[in-house]
């Protein structure tokens, strides 16, 4: 079997993105995140690091990701 293969991704040289979900999207609690994005591609493809607060949210996504 072959070996998994990771790549660490730096964020030192990105500056994070700070944002919340929309007001009409909020379900509970205070979420704040941010988000380093370190490439992106055509078509709405991110490679990244997201973090959140703790909270709940309904989502509407036309992106992909892999953070």
């Given at each position: 079997m072959a070996e998994?293969?990771?790549?660490?991704?730096?964020?030192?040289t990105v500056d994070a993105?700070?944002?919340?979900p929309a007001p009409d999207?909020?379900?509970?609690?205070?979420?704040?995140?941010?988000t380093w994005?370190?490439?992106e591609r055509e078509g709405g493809l991110y490679a990244g690091i997201w973090e959140s607060t703790?909270?709940?949210w309904r989502i509407v996504y036309d992106e992909w990701e892999f953070c």
């Open positions: 998994p293969k990771f790549l660490a991704i730096g964020v030192d993105e700070q944002g919340a999207r909020l379900i509970s609690g205070d979420p704040k995140f941010r994005n370190v490439e703790p909270g709940k």
